[in-house]
């Protein structure tokens, strides 16, 4: 089963039908670009409500549309709270981290979320905890990552109770290529994984859905609590990073000498031929002024890369040394400005950028820079910046240990995700050379149409459309919309549809007069009292009322 927690949902309302004393809008709903992958569902104003009330987590001031008791069956109030529904969904699955909420992804998606992912996890785990006796649940750490199909419980040793250890189950991905023996076998050599800077692990073991794997748990978090001033590390992602109320940008020694131990443990990895390519702040953990990168299983159990959705779009990214080197370039810009960068590829470095900092960001994020290969780890490392960064002596020496097996295993894995990378990429490119050809088709279907009749004006509810299909090109495609059965501004108005039946009809123009566009009593009483008689045509009249004797 797909569980590609990275792929953005997109939703249009089609339309809304008043059906007994309510309404019901109709949500066409599709994942990624792949148009076959769509759906529609129906939901009601208080569907809308019930979300919008478990939302309230994160912080953020979203815009649904007020409660209505008298009035709200009317035909230009329904069509009004659709629009208004529509830019509130917009905002919800444009959001980098309400978006992936278990809560907006069963609202948009039931069929694909009807198990209970925590339940599912706390089984697997039972089981492993049979055959290792000496572990013990102490609480589970619900909502406090991003992933869905990755759960995370507090747990103890009954031969160390000192240190907390968290363990994480995580269900193998759609990347996995791997049988299960190779996948256990790979995972089995994190435990001999020694670097100071990425964090060890104490425990791994898999089965056929999954993985579980046990660490120390880090009581200051990560790289990105850091930055959001989090206090509660246990507490939810979305009140920690949906709307923190203050983003801390790193001073220049703190980004020098984290981004220097990020490259070191990256340039480490790369020479043992291990996958990563799973670098964000969320994986960056802190132990005193020591970061630590984690999260080295998730390659090996198939798990897609938290900035795939943007990696997917870039043809230049290609293997996992570049997926890595990009993001950094991420992780960077997110030290340096203290918020996450939203989008693919920036178009300039913002002129608020550190200066020594400005130079690496447009190498590695910037839209020029990503139109050709990406420098490695190791180059970076060179660069000005990081060259002169003094690490602390006395620090554990790096060591992995691979049999050779395990190697082409390695490579395979190597292999196997850079073409599932290059496939999902050419499927992207097809689509918007795709979408390009019907954009322009249509544009010159238009401009044939006002060759041939060059009174015809596009109406306003068509321009708003052509926008919004515009900004959901990659939807669009996937949902076919029926505009009679849509319940909209230009079915309502019915003096709209008038004024454009004289337009289009020139030959009436002395026949019916024009009213006004905005359909309303009062702009008909205007029209009305300023009528004029003497701009009638004067006409001769035979009158023939006199009786005949």
Known sequence: MDNDDTIPLTCLIEKAEIIDSHVEYTLAVQRGCNTENSWKIQRRYNDFVTLHAALQICGKDLPLPPKKIFGNLDKEFVAMRKQQLQVYVN?????????????????????????????NALQNVSMFFRSEQTWDIVEPLKNIGWRLHKNYFLVKSKYDTKIPKVLTWADTGHLSKLSHKDRQSILKLLPTLQHPYIQSVLLTDSNDLGGVIIRNFTVQ?????????????????????????????????????FGRQILEALKFLHSRGWPYGHLHTGN??????????????????????????????????????????????????EMAFGEPLTTAALEAVPARCIPAVAPILETLVTANALKSSLPSANDILKMTLFCDVVLPAGIEKPTLKIPSKLKEVLRNIHENSELKLREEQKVISQFRRLSKAQAQQLSEEERRKRR??????????????????????????????????????????????????????????????????????????NSISSFNKSTLNPTSTNDRSTPIL
Do not use: W
């Open 452 to 525: 041939k009749n060059p009174k015809i004006k596009k109406s306003p509810s068509c321009t708003d459309d052509n926008q919004h299909d515009q900004s959901n090109s990659g939807h669009s495609e996937g949902v076919k919309m029926n505009p009679s059965e849509m319940v909209d501004d230009a079915e309502l108005d019915m003096t709209t549809n008038q004024s454009s039946d004289h337009q289009a009809n020139p030959s009436n123009a002395d026949s019916a007069p024009v009213l006004p566009a905005t359909g309303s009593k009062a702009g008909l009483l």
């Open 284 to 333: 960056v953990l802190l132990e005193g002024s020591i970061c630590k990168i984690s999260d080295m299983e998730n390659t090996p159990l198939g798990l897609p890369s938290y900035y795939r959705n943007f990696i997917v779009t870039i043809k230049k990214i290609q293997t996992k040394e570049n997926e890595d080197s990009y993001c950094f370039g991420r992780v960077l810009y």
């Open 221 to 257: 978090g990560s790289l990105r609590d850091y930055i959001c001033k989090t206090k509660i590390i246990k507490q939810h992602y979305l009140k920690k990073y949906a709307n923190p109320k203050l983003y801390h940008p790193l001073v220049l020694p703190e980004i020098k000498t």
């Open 91 to 119: 905002i919800i699955l444009e959001d980098p981290f309400i978006s992936h909420c278990l809560t907006v992804k069963k609202f948009f998606d039931p069929t694909r979320h009807i198990i209970d992912h925590y339940d």
